[in-house]
Nanobody
Framework: QVQLVESGGGLVQAGDSLRLSCAAS????????LGWFRQTPGKEREFVAAINWNGNRAYYTDSVKGRFTISRDNDEKKMYHQMNSLKAEDTDAYYCAADGDTPVGPSWYDAGDYDYWGQGTQVTVSS
């Protein structure tokens, strides 16, 4: 069983940066495919970014390309989400997710494909 804990959320102004972290315990971290999702209450969880097991492939939703960077440190068992040039529309609860298998094609973007989830961390961007 894999446990995930996010940290690093907060209240910032538009144009600022934040770095989210996701610490994992249990399981074999380097085997996991990892992702970041975000969710507004009452809406479906939305894909933001994902990274493969060794960090040499990353996927992003169009709205964050060029602003957000996903990375991982397998030795530290951590994943990171550097968010630059934040916008008010980035306000959401952000969740890290892990998949015990390697997603194929569209599965990278599908919340239902991920097996483990953190409790979420709130990011609020004031305009």
């Amino acid at each position: 069983q894999v446990q995930l804990v996010e940290s690093g959320g907060g209240l910032v102004q538009a144009g600022d940066s934040l770095r989210l972290s996701c610490a994992a315990s249990g399981g074999t971290f380097s085997y996991l495919s990892l992702g970041w999702f975000r969710q507004t209450p009452g809406k479906e969880r939305e894909f933001v970014a994902a990274i493969n097991w060794n960090g040499n492939r990353a996927y992003y939703t169009d709205s964050v390309k060029g602003r957000f960077t996903i990375s991982r440190d397998n030795d530290e068992k951590k994943m990171y989400h550097q968010m630059n040039s934040l916008k008010a529309e980035d306000t959401d609860a952000y969740y890290c997710a892990a998949d015990g298998d390697t997603p194929v094609g569209p599965s990278w973007y599908d919340a239902g494909d991920y097996d483990y989830w953190g409790q979420g961390t709130q990011v609020t961007v004031s305009s």
